[in-house]
DNA sequence: ACATTGACCTGAGAGC
DNA sequence: TGCTCTCAGGTCAATG
């Protein structure tokens, strides 16, 4: 569960259960998904202070501390986040367990440790570090800023828009929504776009973003008119009620409506 | 530049 | 039930 959306919605569930309250302890147990921060420097650095504040950029999650660095986590595939009493079960896939002094903890659960935890000076540097490209949702990423990006591309549509270095925040998932609502098909090649194309993809970029962090990125909740909720193979395409194919696009499996996104 | 593939991890679901 | 195979919302490095 880990696009923007996905992301934007832990990062208010941090805001709304875990600043301001000191951190007693810190268990990790997965050493391959810390970069940059042994195990040890990491509760070191995380012992004694709080949760400040939260920030988000693309697919990452950062952590203000009270004091020092922030805290950063990114999802991989499967990552979730959750604010447990101590000794009440144990969940399954528990990578991370942050205890707090008042008898509750942030754990991260990752049931494949593809993911990460680490340390970084500031969002900003985190960014430069990671090298990534401004974040999908970014207000500043406007119709004008969209277009001078695509007009810098060469190559297709959707391996751009899942580009962490081109744009941050969209995956497999979503680009196919955006795609859809657009009406475009995901090979279609960033030279070839009309002005009304690279219009109705930034349209549909926003909308989708918007939408789905509302709902919280939970599928159940999102419109019957998307085609996410119905992302398989030979299910009806909600606008013409042809059938959804599968194809392959950027390594990854795709799904489009042939009908309204050409090819 | 950009695309593709395999590796990294661990499980779920399908088909036999 | 148990096995085997394929696939899964991510990213990186190597290769074409």
């Known amino acids: 569960m880990p696009e923007l959306p996905d992301v934007e919605t832990e990062r208010r ?22 970069h940059g921060a042994s195990r040890s420097k990491l509760r070191t650095r995380l012992k004694g202070t709080s949760f400040e504040g939260t920030a988000r950029h693309g697919k990452f ?5 009270s004091a020092g660095p922030w805290l950063v986590l990114h999802f991989g595939m499967t990552g979730t986040l959750k604010y447990f009493k101590d000794g009440a079960e144990t969940p399954k896939y528990e990578r991370l367990a942050m205890h707090f002094a008042n008898g509750y903890h942030l754990a991260g659960l990752w049931r494949r440790r593809l993911g990460e935890i ?9 960014v430069r570090q990671k090298g990534l490209g401004p974040d999908a949702f970014d207000p500043g990423v406007d119709l004008a800023a ?4 695509l007009s810098a ?32 098909h995901p ?36 419109p019957k ?28 499996s795709a799904y489009i409506c042939p009908q309204c996104q050409g090819q």
């Open 153 to 184: 591309r060469r190559g297709a549509l959707k391996p751009a828009l899942m580009d962490q270095s081109f744009i941050a925040g969209i995956g497999n998932i979503y680009s196919d929504e955006i795609l859809f609502q657009a009406g475009i």
């Open 13 to 34: 569930y941090v805001e709304a259960t875990s600043l301001h309250q000191r951190i007693d302890d810190v268990d990790v147990d997965a050493p391959r998904m810390l």
């Open 225 to 252: 008119s998307w085609l996410l909720p119905r992302r398989q193979q030979g299910a009806q395409c909600p606008r013409c009620h042809g059938p959804i194919k599968r194809i392959r696009a950027a390594g990854r």
């Open 187 to 222: 090979d279609a090649k960033t030279k070839g776009l009309s002005e009304e194309q690279v219009a109705a993809l930034h349209r549909a970029m926003r909308q989708v973003l918007s939408v789905a962090i509302e709902r919280q990125a939970d599928p159940d909740r999102l």
């Open 61 to 65: 999650l950062l952590i203000e501390l």
């Open 118 to 126: 680490g340390l970084a000076d500031s969002p900003s540097a985190l």
């Open 146 to 149: 969209f277009t001078r990006m």
